[in-house]
């Protein structure tokens, strides 16, 4: 199980770097998605006998982030008729060397942290620090909106990732609230895009620096 | 009953939603509002529920962040229906389900005894209230939106791993993780350190920037500047209390697990930042609402600095202050909101004379800037002076000592801002607006700055019997 669990971690990474490096907005939905339905397998693979609980939040997780979230992103991206590049404030290869840099980083922290005994092997702490690492990366080295929503979503992966060490303390009404939450904040971010688009005619966040001291 | 008190609001929400009239919709905000705070006060009565082991209870520091808001919503309530009425020309669909599915979160917030179901609530609360932020549809006001959505949502992600950190470490120390307050409470001591004080540093940080503390403040001016004034009461008196319920419980987590000594400092050293960083840029502030936002920044400041001093004196004024700040902010915001409308304009270089052309507004604008600045007899002046007090009684002289200078920096910078606008007589050119005083849009500021004098002069017993009963709830290990 383990084994399973590891190399379906390491793709969790992969999938980080993958989206650093790649140009296209919609390439980045997709690999987000991706990454969205692995997390939401992931707790099946954690407990060898899964709860009935835990099978519904699977079910809301790859739901929600497999197909509503790149619905709406999709949806949003043709609606606003943008170019279809990332345009990054950081070249692509100096975010995957970041990126993978962070990795490292994490690989090496979660080793010094003071961990509970059954979790020293797995990978799910290194996993999860660098993917809120990348979240970040995504966040602040990206101009778009609709990257930066993207961003937002990865960092939100690698809190899941840390959450799953804790299903006994997260009720299921709390994690689908948590997913509910998700759900609607990318819903008000796209229409926010919307209306960045109409009022700069440009999903630049970078034209968004009217309001300053 | 709770089950009601949480559902109302959203369900008025949807009622708000189908009402087809512009004109009538806004009549929904006293309507709920005032179910509202009579069920509150109900829930009030109510001797409280089992607050050890239950997911949903009131306890006494709930109980006074439930009161502050529900007093706060309803007065506003009767300022937004002449707002509403005065800008027919917009639908105001939105706005009234967002204010009232707001109500709700925040209503489930001050209930909520559950880390994981308190972060959902503030979640929702700051989803609810971003698209109020941009009701205008003016670029401006889409940029401040999306930076209070994202900076708002990055913070509270950092809070969820706060959270995840606190069950962790139960967990590392052998015991189930849980994330009951009840249960952490009971088992603070043996929490595994190094965890709790990552869980407290993410979660001040992460609820911090929801609360607007410095350096994590950068979207408060753009919010606050460019959402409607009532709006802007509401984010600074209730969505910031709400924060900051969220920062007293893992302060009182930590407490409980005898951790006081080390959260002190940092919860100090973030309350001078903040009131340092309010001050320099209220000195010289060119829009009177953006300089509203520093002054909520200073608040926010005074509150966590009363949190770092500790101690029954200084958690009682910290209290006292969270809701004498909402009282006072419902003053300024709602008479800004009516100076900005009579001149389309929140710059002092083009508002004089607010005295002369609207002598209510104006009066209360500078009434209200004297109140939230601590002058007495205002109620702000006693919670900031017990906390003073409290800082002198523990031997913290240096944070006293910038305590009094930061106060005198704001008040001759708020000042001068808010003397230029008041005084003086308005410009030939500034344009007449049709916008004049009416009942409803002085009605509600005059009730804030009521009750703001009110809670100067003197303390009602019911009200000083839960500061108290809080106070106790916070030093006293269950």
Redesign the interface.
């Known amino acids: 199980m383990n084994s399973l669990l590891n190399a379906a971690l390491v793709l969790v990474l992969a999938l980080n770097l993958f989206a650093l490096g790649t140009s296209r907005i919609l390439t980045v939905i997709r690999t987000v998605t991706f990454q969205g339905i692995l997390l939401g397998i992931l707790p099946l693979l954690v407990h060898g006998h899964p709860s009935l609980p835990a099978v519904y939040a699977s079910a809301a997780a790859i739901l929600l982030k497999g197909f509503a979230i790149p619905f709406m992103l999709t949806r949003a991206m043709r609606d606003v008729h943008i170019k279809r590049e990332v345009e990054p404030l950081i070249g692509f290869l100096p975010s995957m060397i970041l990126g993978a840099v962070a990795t490292g980083f994490a690989l090496i922290f979660a080793g010094e942290l003071p961990l509970a005994d059954e979790h020293m092997t797995p990978l799910l702490v290194p996993a999860a620090l660098s993917t809120m690492f990348i979240g970040f990366i995504l966040l602040t080295t990206r101009a778009k909106a609709i990257l930066q929503a993207m961003g937002y979503l990865v960092l939100e992966n690698g809190i899941f990732i840390f959450g799953m060490m804790l299903v006994e303390a997260m009720p299921l009404i709390v994690e689908l609230g948590i997913l509910l939450d998700l759900f609607v904040g990318i819903f008000v971010i796209c229409i926010i895009v919307n209306h960045v688009n109409q009022a700069f005619s440009s999903l630049d966040t970078r034209h968004l620096a009217a309001l300053k001291e | 009953m709770t089950l009601l008190l949480l559902l109302f609001p959203a369900c008025m929400a949807l009622v708000a939603l189908a009402i087809p009239s512009n004109r009538l919709r806004p009549w929904v905000l006293p309507v709920t509002t005032a179910v509202h705070l009579a069920l509150t006060l109900l829930a009030l009565l109510r001797p409280a529920g089992n607050i050890a082991t239950s997911w949903i209870a009131l306890d006494p520091l709930g109980k006074l962040v439930l009161l502050l808001i529900s007093v706060l919503y309803f007065i506003t309530s009767f300022y937004l229906v002449g707002y509403l009425h005065y800008r027919h020309e917009r639908s105001n669909r939105i706005v009234c389900a967002c204010l009232l599915s707001g109500l709700s979160a925040m209503t489930l917030l001050t209930w909520a005894h559950?880390l994981?179901?308190m972060?959902?609530a503030i979640?929702?609360t700051a989803?609810s209230t971003?698209?109020l932020i941009?009701f205008n549809?003016?670029?401006?006001s889409?940029?401040?939106?999306?930076?209070y959505?994202?900076i708002g949502?990055?913070g509270i992600?950092l809070a969820?791993?706060g959270s995840?950190f606190l069950?962790?470490a139960?967990?590392?120390s052998g015991l189930?993780?849980?994330?009951l307050l009840g249960e952490l409470l009971r088992e603070a001591p043996q929490l595994?350190k190094?965890?709790l004080h990552a869980a407290f540093v993410l979660m001040l940080v992460g609820y911090g920037t929801k609360m607007g503390l410095a350096p994590m403040h950068t979207w408060k001016?753009?919010a606050y500047?460019?959402a409607p004034g009532a709006i802007g009461a509401l984010l600074a008196g209730g969505v910031t209390s709400c924060a900051f319920l969220c920062i007293l419980r893992i302060y009182h987590i930590c407490l409980a697990a005898g951790d006081g000594p080390y959260v002190a400092p940092m919860l100090l050293f973030m309350g001078l930042l903040s009131m340092a960083i309010a001050g320099i840029?209220m000195v010289g502030q060119q829009d009177y609402k953006r300089m509203l936002a520093y002054s909520s920044v200073e608040h926010m400041g005074i509150l966590i600095l009363g949190l770092g001093l500790g101690g029954a004196a200084a958690l009682f004024g910290t209290l006292l202050h969270m809701i004498n700040n909402g009282l006072t902010k419902g003053v300024l915001f709602l008479s800004a909101g009516n100076i900005h409308r009579s001149y389309n304009s929140a710059q002092t270089s083009v508002v004089h004379g607010a005295l002369r052309r609207l002598p209510l507004s104006g009066g209360l604008f500078l009434t209200g800037f004297l109140a939230i600045t601590g002058s007495p007899p205002f109620a702000p002046f006693i919670s900031e002076f017990s906390i003073f007090n409290a800082a002198i009684d523990s031997g913290h002289w240096i944070a006293s000592g910038l305590f009094l200078l930061f106060l005198l920096v704001i008040f001759i910078g708020m000042g001068a801002t808010v003397l230029r606008i008041v005084q003086g007589s308005a410009p030939e050119s500034t344009p007449q607006t049709p916008y004049r005083d009416s009942l409803f849009t002085t009605f509600s500021p005059i009730v804030f700055l009521g009750l703001a004098l009110l809670l100067g002069l003197a303390i009602p017993s019911p009200l000083n019997h839960m500061l108290m009963d809080a106070v106790h709830y916070l030093e006293v290990q269950p």
Do not use: C, M, N, Q
């Open positions: 559950h994981g179901i972060w959902v979640e929702t989803l971003a698209p941009y549809h003016t670029p401006r889409i940029e401040a939106a999306w930076k959505l994202l949502s990055v992600a969820l791993l995840f069950a962790y139960s967990l590392r189930p993780p849980t994330l595994s190094p965890w001016p753009d500047g460019e840029f």
